[in-house]
């Protein structure tokens, strides 16, 4: 069973935990004045706009299904997901900018270690919560959460890449290499964006099982259809947590109805075990509607 509670919980959390990493990362430029860090704790700020974003949706994507939304609001979770990905190309643009307007200047890095060593527990916080919301969203086949996850953990990222910049930039007395590296943490943050808005838009265009789940639903159906002659037309469509599996399945003409539903009931419960949030629409057909050409054959 998916769990909707646990996913409500975590991005519950993500908005406080991604406050507090913007208030330390503050402190870390405050300290510094570097434009590498003050760029950092900038894209902070889209992860608090972003985590609030994701609860609200994962809220209003596990209400039951209604009238005006029969199959569900599942879906939602897919916008939250790509208002995220847009969220992550905005925070590289800001990367950008703030990076160029000290190209060129004399600009001082004040305390730098100090400021690192602050930036650093900001980092590890941030590595922790992007690995658990990670591991859990995929778990519950959250698309906003492992989306928030996947945010953040662009930002440890970004600060991971800053902090070496900002070192090689002190160390070696060329502080136009804390805007460089700036500007190149900003590029990996232009990727990872740009690839969310794309995952996001493939659900949203009700993308199929991947190969290995499909394999999977294949699989199983085949395992438990015993007593029907073959199934053929297997499509799938996945919605945040729900899969939905939808075939023909053709028995004996002669067959009860009662019996044919037992066949369904028999598959639909082994479906609902070995895919989580399986949901399952079978169309019987009698012996006449056989595809010898792409059907499967039961055994």
Request: aromatic share 8%; charged share 15%.
């Amino acid at each position: 069973m998916l769990d909707n509670r646990v996913v409500a919980r975590l991005a519950m959390w993500s908005i406080f935990v991604a406050s507090l990493v913007t208030a330390i990362k503050f402190v870390a430029w405050w300290t510094t004045g570097s434009v590498a860090l003050y760029s950092d704790a900038l894209e902070s700020i889209v992860n608090i706009v972003a985590s609030v974003f994701a609860w609200i949706t994962i809220h209003y994507s596990h209400k039951p299904a209604d009238a005006n939304h029969q199959f569900g609001h599942h879906k939602l979770e897919y916008f939250s997901a790509l208002a995220e990905g847009v969220l992550i190309i905005l925070a590289a643009v800001m990367i950008f900018h703030e990076a160029w307007t000290v190209i060129g200047t004399d600009h001082v890095v004040e305390a730098p270690a100090t400021g690192m060593m602050i930036n650093a527990v900001a980092t590890a916080i941030n590595l922790f919560w992007a690995l658990l919301l990670i591991r859990n969203g995929t778990r519950e086949r959250s698309p906003a959460l492992v989306a928030d996850g996947r945010h953040i953990l662009t930002d440890v990222y970004t600060s991971s890449g800053i902090m070496i910049g900002l070192t090689v930039a002190v160390l070696s007395g060329y502080v136009i290499l804390d805007a460089l590296i700036a500007m190149a943490v900003g590029a990996n943050v232009m990727r990872e964006g740009i690839m969310l808005v794309y995952s996001s838009y493939s659900g949203l265009m009700d993308r199929a099982s991947d190969s290995e789940e499909a394999e999977l639903i294949r699989t199983t159906i085949m395992e438990n259809a015993k007593g029907a002659i073959e199934v053929h037309d297997i499509k799938t469509r996945v919605a945040g947590p729900v899969t939905f599996i939808e075939f023909h399945m053709v028995v004996d003409g002669s067959m009860t109805v009662s019996d044919s539903h037992e066949i369904c009931d028999r598959i639909e419960t082994a479906l609902q075990k070995a895919i989580k949030g399986a949901r399952t629409t079978i169309h019987v057909e009698p012996d006449h509607h056989i595809e010898p050409e792409t059907g499967m054959v039961i055994g």
